[in-house]
């Protein structure tokens, strides 16, 4: 009889993960059967989805509220469907405002579950740390300085290293974009590669979201329009996650004095490999543009009140937010948050780079000591811990 694994994937990087595990899981055990919440790449790896991984991707303490029915409804409507079908094992990938609550009900059950990606509960909300032994049987760790950490809360963790990390090879490994049939605001969108000697490329990153479109579009478009006047030469290409966020970000394009950008569906790592510098949103995308080792300038914005509300509590237990800083303990790219993400600002970032060769070159051997720390085969160390965990509670039924 086949073993049944259910899974919830939260966002686009949940996506590329949860196809990762399952593609190394096929490979260790054919006969399993996978469902759950996920995206097309999790669909082309053999999950049957009852629903998308974009549902769940809201972010912000205020931002969600709005959003609350409607993910209360889903949750009981999986709640209901995972009772019914009472998996071997439920993964909860990321989402860990989504995913611990449903995690939480199931362990309950007697269902074993595995949080794969830990919440940032080192650097935002650590009292979560203390909540996740009550959810997880199991967290499955990017980083390598997570398990420590949850040990002192008595959490069973295990670093599985990042998928990426196994995925990108060396700073050129990846392909130059090619154009969409819809080339956006610029009406000769060219092949995205940059020509030898050629003038400077900045590759934009602005997120995967609506809402980050919504409060990064303009500054980063603004810094555009300031390179475009201050180097002359220069060329602008953009990574769009999905087509909601090609569509906000054409009306802001259409909206503001920016210079012709070229627009690229799906190929963020295309995009960062042809670039000279990349203006990139905080998050996953800032990790990518490591591994591909790119000079980056990083920024976000939240919403006021979520901003008020960290700071007078807070909230924020690390100095930095983007991931390189992050793992390598220092400030290695600038960080411009808040009121500090203007335009002028990142375009002063983006020149800073471009004017020092010496600081590219010591940033190159940065970023390829951290990837050598995050490249383990993540997607079967993280497979094994999985089978393990389903091998354990077998043995242990009467």
């Known amino acids: ?46 999950m049957e989805t009852w629903g998308d991984c974009e549902e769940l991707a809201v972010f912000g303490l205020f931002e969600v509220l709005r959003h609350i ?14 009772r019914d079908l009472k998996p071997d094992v439920f993964i909860g990938i990321d989402a860990p405002d ?30 979560r740390a203390r909540k996740m032994s009550r959810c997880a049987d199991l967290v499955l760790c990017l980083f390598p300085f997570e398990p420590e950490f949850y040990a002192r809360h008595g959490v069973k963790a295990v670093f599985v290293g990042h998928p990426m990390a196994d995925q990108i090879d060396s700073q050129d490994s990846a392909p130059t974009p090619t154009s969409t049939p819809n080339p956006g605001p610029n009406p000769n969108p060219g092949t995205g590669r940059k020509p030898p000697a050629g003038p400077p490329v900045i590759a934009l990153l602005p997120g995967s979201r609506e809402s980050e479109i919504a409060r ?54 295309q995009v960062i490999a042809a670039a000279d510098v990349v203006i990139v949103a905080s998050g996953t995308a800032t990790l990518e543009t490591m591994l591909i080792n790119r000079p980056m300038v990083v920024v976000y914005r939240i919403s006021g009140a979520t901003h008020r509300l960290a700071k ?34 990142i375009a002063a970032g983006v020149e800073d780079w471009l004017a020092d060769p010496v600081k590219r070159q010591d940033l190159v051997g940065r970023f390829q000591a951290l990837h050598q720390q995050l490249r383990c085969d993540a997607g079967r160390k993280a497979g094994e811990q999985v089978l393990g965990l389903l091998d354990s509670h077998s043995n242990a039924e009467p």
């Open 1 to 46: 009889m086949s073993r049944t694994i259910a899974l919830v994937a939260g966002e686009m990087s949940g996506d590329q993960l949860g196809a990762d595990l399952i593609a190394h899981l096929r490979k260790s055990e054919g006969d399993l059967r996978f469902f759950g919440i996920g995206g097309a790449r999790m669909r082309a790896a053999g």
């Open 69 to 82: 029915p409607r993910i209360w409804r889903l949750r009981r409507s999986l709640l209901r469907r995972l």
């Open 98 to 127: 989504f995913n611990l609550g449903v995690e939480k009900r199931l362990k309950r059950l007697g269902i074993r579950t595995v949080h794969y990606v830990s919440p940032t509960v080192w650097a935002w909300r650590q009292g």
């Open 216 to 269: 990064l579009a303009q500054p980063i478009l603004s810094a555009c329009a300031r390179l475009a006047r201050n180097l002359h030469q220069v060329r602008f290409q953009a990574a769009m996650a999905n087509p909601r966020v090609r569509k906000s970000f054409e009306i802001a394009v259409a909206a503001s004095d920016a210079p012709p950008i070229e627009l690229f569906d799906g190929q963020a790592r």
């Open 312 to 345: 007078s509590f807070n909230l924020l237990k690390t100095a930095f937010v983007a991931l390189p800083n992050i793992l390598a303990g220092a400030r290695l790219v600038p960080e411009l948050l808040q009121d500090d993400a203007t335009g002028a600002n």
